[in-house]
């Protein structure tokens, strides 16, 4: 499965592949498409919701690890208090209706999923849905008191309060092109518009011209695919299955190897949808995997799956400026509502 046409393109992107030179002037259309796209959006057809909307997103293509951030940001507010709702696309999921409203009974295959990580993780109510600003209509009316919304940097029909971009450390933003050409989905001075900047795993500070925050990813549990207490680390030296499909397959592959085991790796496309096929590996290893892959492997899963649960550790000056840009977006809504 490693052979997939996202797979090349990634490699070609951040491996600074010179053929995709002969694709610059798609890119420069690709620019201008999607400048005039947004100005357009912003300008007279974005719409306000009466709560604080904090986006999350990235400006390349691939994972850079917004989800553990969403999660750490989601417990951060439970933990103020507040009552946070996630809008999600629900990018790999199909439902019969929509806005879905995900519920104890709810299948990745309806949901996408990040979405039925993040619900399953934190608890909190999560809205999929291409229509985001009717994902976010529907948290209001579920009780929720501020929204999150997962990789909605691009969606500008969404009006936010608060913008935090997060940039993968290690990949940076490849080759600096914009798409086809490069992963970039908007330049890297869209950066200076936004209110944080998160880099995530960094190896070494890239050349950013902006204050970022750094996070690192922590494992904190392997845990069972099937019901069952979550189980001891493996000794040093273990050979595992490790299967992942997800943005940046290596990051994870990268954190097993810190754990010192050995994996045995196993790509799949970003959201690939398992089956029992999938597994049909020819060595007898345990199986490990992502969190985001697991939520859709259980149905099938065999007592020896296990996926590495981990946490994104941020510094507290992230937090106390999170909390500072939460609590004035608060005051300016307060403030709407007292005028009218």
């Known amino acids: 499965m490693t052979d997939n046409r996202e797979t090349r393109w990634l490699d070609a992107w951040y491996g600074k592949a010179r053929w995709t030179l002969w694709l610059l002037p798609l ?24 709560l ?12 850079t690890g917004k989800t553990p951030l969403l999660i750490a940001l989601v417990s951060h507010l439970q933990a103020r208090g507040f009552k946070p709702g996630v809008v999600s696309r629900g990018y790999g999921g199909r439902s019969a209706h929509y806005p879905l409203l995900l519920n104890e009974q709810t299948r990745a295959e309806e949901s996408g999923d990040e979405p039925l990580t993040i619900f399953q993780r934190t608890g909190c109510p999560v809205c999929v849905g291409s229509d985001r600003v009717a994902s976010a209509h529907t948290l209001m009316a579920s009780g ?60 070494e500070m890239p050349l950013i011209p902006y204050a970022v925050h750094s996070m690192s990813m922590q494992p904190v549990a392997l845990q069972p695919l099937l019901a069952g207490k979550a ?7 273990e050979r595992v299955h490790a299967v992942a499909g997800i943005g940046n397959p290596e990051r994870f592959f990268s954190t097993l190897r810190q754990l010192q085991w050995k994996p045995v790796t196993h790509v799949f496309p970003d959201h690939h949808n398992y089956g029992v096929g999938d597994f049909q590996f020819a060595e007898k290893l345990p199986i490990v995997m992502t969190e985001k892959d697991a939520v859709k492997c259980r149905a ?25 840009l939460v609590d004035r977006s608060l005051l300016s809504h307060f403030s709407k509502t007292d005028i009218q």
């Open 231 to 237: 189980k001891e680390f493996f000794p040093d030296g």
């Open 300 to 324: 099938f899963a065999k007592d020896d799956w296990f996926f590495l649960q981990v946490e994104a550790a941020l510094p507290n000056d992230f937090f106390t400026a999170f909390d500072q």
């Open 144 to 203: 929720c008191d501020i929204l999150l919304s997962d990789d909605g940097l691009q969606h500008y029909r969404l009006g936010r309060d608060i913008e935090i971009v997060v940039v993968d450390g290690i990949r940076g933003f490849g080759n600096g092109f914009s798409l086809p050409s490069g992963p970039l989905r908007e330049p890297v001075s869209r950066l200076a518009s936004v209110d944080l900047i998160v880099l995530n795993s960094a190896r």
């Open 52 to 63: 604080p909307v904090i986006v999350v997103g990235n400006i390349t293509v691939g994972g």
């Open 27 to 50: 890119a420069l259309l690709y620019r201008l498409v999607s400048c005039l796209r947004a100005f357009w959006l912003k300008r007279f057809a974005q719409k306000k919701i009466p």
